[in-house]
Structures are given as C-alpha cells and as structure tokens.
C-alpha cells in the first residue's frame, strides 16, 4: 500500500525523523506496567520502535487508512490495533483494569482532550509521555505565577510529575505544522490520592480559571461561600497564584465551609 496521505480533518502532521520518533519512544521508564498505548500511529514511524522494547504495544487510530496501513507493514501488531476513537472507547475493553502507559504524536486539535481522558485513567496510567503543540506541552509543566499557567497545569500536576523535555521544529513533519512542538513525560506520582474530594478540587479549579484575572472571592462567588470563609486572605489572590498544594488547601477549606 502506498504512504497514507495526512487529513486535515484528523489534524494529522506525521513526524519523518526517525532520530526524533526514537527520541519520544525512550522517554518511557518501562516500570509499573507490562503495555503501552499509542495514540494516533498514523504510519508508525514511533510504533517501531515501540515494537523493539520488551513491553506489550498497542495502538488506536481513527483513521482507517491509517489502519490498513499498520496492518500491512507491522505484523507484530496482529490484533493488537485499536480502530477506534480513543476520547470515546473504554481502554478497559482491552485492558481489563491493568496498568498501562499512554505515548504519542497527538493530533494537535484534540490533544488537551486526550489529556483529561487519560487522567479519568489516572488509576490505570503510571506514565503518559508524547509530542503535542510547544505552548500545549509548556502549559502542562507550567509553574504558578505564569500567563500559561491554568487548569490543565493544575489538574494534570495534581497526580503526575510533569518534565518538558525537548522542543521539536516544524520541518521534521509532512505536512509541517504552523507552530513548533514539544515533547513532555509524566510520571505518576507515588501518592496520587488528593486529601479532599477530587470531583469538588476540579469544580474549584476550573472554576477559579474560567475567570482568571479576577480574584479568587469573585470567580469562585457561584459556589455560595459563607461570608467568614470568604474573608480567608488566599481569596485576595487569583487563581495563578495558587500552586496545587495550595489548591488542594483551599479545596479543604471549602470542603469544611460545607459545600
């Protein structure tokens, strides 16, 4: 079968450097689970050399030209390609609950998604690493105090210990992107449990960051605060200025106002 041909649609870019693919497939420790996930292989220019390690690969991809393609050229994948829609399949039709690390050359246009989908995962997921977007990549390993710093920062860092590791330049894909790109890891951390409830930290989190230029006593107002909680002096700073730790104090805090 001759090369699949990108689609725009898909936000499909594949990356042609080899040296960069094996770059990306050796971010992975290896430790904690016996199989990897790759989403979007497009041709599997990082599938390959997923393949030589001694770990279990799968992929999933949308594009069934894609498919066909795997099919032809990688036997080592015989049942073992997802033809599915990862933000949409439950991974545990494959997975059955056991732990898996998730990598890949994610499609710019849905990557952020791809992120808050693995952290539904988060259980199941010891290592997450890939190439997405540069501005995407340093806003997951963003610190507080920075513009770039949001609710993705916040969220993903509440479990995983995020790494930038390595930018990546246009002209290394067909069809080359408009923006440079960035290659990060994430490693779980050993305690990923939060002390307080994790469906209320990430209702204060994204709610604080919908409205990020305000202070903390203004963008979290629809939660109904009682008015001697809402004289606590971190609700003077705005939400950029909190890291986790100090989110997860000031989840406690609203926890114990009775929310």
Do not use: W
């Amino acid at each position: 079968m001759e090369k699949v041909k990108a689609k725009k649609h898909l936000g499909q870019h594949f990356l042609k450097d080899e040296s960069i693919a094996k770059d990306i497939a050796d971010t992975l420790n290896l430790e904690g689970y016996d199989d990897v996930l790759e989403i979007g292989p497009g041709m599997g220019v990082l599938t390959k050399y997923l393949l030589d390690k001694p770990i279990n690969t799968y992929v999933i991809e949308i594009d069934t030209e894609s498919v066909t393609y795997l099919d032809e050229n990688y036997p080592k994948l015989k049942d073992k390609i997802i033809s599915k829609d990862f933000l949409k399949y439950n991974i545990n039709e494959i997975f059955e609950g056991k732990q898996f690390a998730i990598i890949g050359n994610f499609p710019y246009n849905i990557s952020t998604q791809i992120v808050f989908r693995a952290l539904e995962y988060r259980n199941q997921i010891p290592e997450f690493a890939g190439m997405f977007q540069k501005e995407v990549a340093q806003r997951i390993c963003e610190k507080k105090g920075t513009k770039a710093y949001g609710i993705l920062s916040v969220l993903v860092q509440a479990f995983y210990n995020a790494e930038y590791l390595f930018t990546v330049d246009e002209n290394v894909f067909i069809p080359p992107p408009k923006v440079k790109s960035g290659v990060l890891r994430l490693r779980r951390k050993k305690d990923y449990s939060l002390p307080c409830g994790e469906k209320l930290f990430f209702t204060v989190v994204k709610t604080a960051f919908q409205q990020r230029r305000k202070t903390l006593r203004n963008s979290l107002k629809t939660l109904n605060l009682s008015d001697g909680l809402r004289e606590d002096k971190v609700f003077d700073l705005r939400p950029e200025q909190l890291n986790v730790e100090q989110f997860i104090e000031l989840t406690q805090k609203i926890e114990a106002d009775g929310v």
